[in-house]
Nanobody, 122 residues
């Protein structure tokens, strides 16, 4: 199983970006998908997550500015980031709690994609 993230870049404060992450491989099903970020010198923090049925959670710092969504048919999760601030600068990582088929059904565990850099600067 692999997760491929894209969409990062350099944007001015107040601007917007859209991140995408697609899971591929031998997948039985995907439960939770989400985005975390890690700024220089700081610990990785959860930004947003979405369950298979669509329920979402957000970090307080991004509520009202970021929106997470997913396309289950395409095993893809999106993160639309509006009104970006310099403190949003970080490497953003996607992850998924993914089931891989086995003889008894499936084994679920967390998988992580490579990071994508988001830089908010004037």
């Amino acid at each position: 199983v692999q997760l491929q993230a894209s969409g990062g870049g350099l944007v001015q404060p107040g601007g917007s970006l859209r991140l995408s992450c697609t899971a591929s491989g031998s997948i039985f099903s995907i439960d939770r998908m989400g985005w975390s970020r890690q700024a220089p010198g700081k610990q990785r923090e959860l930004v947003a997550s979405i369950r298979n049925a669509g329920s979402t959670d957000y970090a307080e710092s991004v509520k009202g500015r970021f929106t997470i969504s997913r396309d289950n048919a395409k095993s893809t999760v999106f993160l639309v980031m509006n009104n970006l601030k310099p403190e949003d600068t970080a490497i953003y990582y996607c992850n998924g709690f993914i089931g891989v088929p086995n003889r008894s059904g499936a084994t679920f565990r967390d998988y992580w994609g490579q990071g994508t850099q988001v830089t908010v600067s004037s």
